[in-house]
């Protein structure tokens, strides 16, 4: 008999000690998996009894996998990638929250154009202040008119674009994700918006206040677009 084909798509998920966040994440993107998807929760804690209890049936258990590995959501980002079968890679937060589509239009968009960089649009869940929808804005603009989309808008691409990058960068305090993109850009990599919505928690808005947490993100943003933009520039 003829051994099955291996996942195309591998899902990396990078959870922190105490974080709860990736149970609800799984029960949604459970149901939209196919058997060629696999799962890779990349973690630092030994794996918790409700991992294998939100298995989805569909799936083989060794496709729905719990990784122990350094902390720092780069180094789990990047042990994810390397322990993963698929083609191509999808990076999620644990907070993200998808739509039920969410799979179904990736792939799509991933057979359309294999070498590209591909992201979702931005939207926030109700838990955080009025002016949330602004950030939404500000992310649409950021990604689509100056071509800097974030990790929490889930990055997708293919493992030869990937490694060709050379990863996400660990010898930073932040950003791993801005840079990455940044990478993509001088490598000529293509990024494209797949036209589905990823939702993020605003809770973080809310704990610590909207317009500091806003001016915080802008600061740090054009702290590390400044000088890459202008080292990009002068390539041109």
């Known amino acids: 008999m003829a051994s099955s084909p291996g996942p195309q798509l591998s899902v990396v998920i990078p959870v922190g000690p105490g974080d709860a966040a990736?149970?609800?994440?799984?029960?949604?993107?459970?149901?939209?998996?196919?058997?060629?998807?696999?799962?890779?929760?990349?973690?630092?804690?030994?794996?918790?009894?409700?991992?294998?209890?939100?298995?989805?049936?569909?799936?083989?258990?060794?496709?729905?996998?719990?990784?122990?590995?350094?902390?720092?959501?780069?180094?789990?980002?990047?042990?994810?990638?390397?322990?993963?079968?698929?083609?191509?890679?999808?990076?999620?937060?644990?907070?993200?929250?998808?739509?039920?589509?969410?799979?179904?239009?990736?792939?799509?968009?991933?057979?359309?154009?294999?070498?590209?960089?591909?992201?979702?649009?931005?939207?926030?869940?109700?838990?955080?202040?009025?002016?949330?929808?602004l950030n939404a804005l500000g992310a649409r603009v950021r990604s689509r008119l100056l071509g800097l989309p974030f990790g929490d808008q889930g990055l997708a691409l293919s493992r030869r674009v990937f490694e060709g990058l050379g990863g996400f960068?660990?010898?930073?305090?932040?950003?791993?994700?801005?840079?990455?993109?940044?990478?993509?850009?001088?490598?000529?990599?293509?990024?494209r918006p797949v036209g589905c919505a990823l939702y993020t928690s605003a809770r973080k808005y809310q704990q610590r206040g909207w317009l500091g947490t806003t001016l915080t993100h802008i600061r740090l943003t054009w702290r590390q677009a400044l000088p890459e933009g202008l080292a990009w520039f002068r390539r041109q």
């Open 22 to 133: 990736w149970r609800e994440l799984l029960g949604q993107l459970g149901p939209q998996l196919q058997a060629e998807t696999e799962v890779l929760v990349a973690a630092t804690t030994p794996e918790p009894p409700e991992f294998t209890a939100l298995r989805p049936a569909v799936v083989p258990p060794a496709q729905w996998r719990w990784l122990v590995g350094p902390p720092g959501r780069a180094r789990q980002h990047n042990h994810g990638a390397s322990a993963a079968g698929g083609a191509f890679l999808w990076f999620l937060h644990a907070d993200s929250r998808l739509p039920p589509n969410a799979l179904a239009v990736l792939g799509q968009r991933l057979s359309f154009d294999s070498a590209a960089l591909w992201y979702f649009d931005l939207r926030f869940l109700p838990d955080g202040p009025r002016l949330m929808w």
């Open 169 to 191: 960068r660990e010898d930073l305090p932040y950003g791993e994700d801005h840079l990455l993109v940044w990478a993509a850009r001088r490598a000529g990599v293509r990024l």
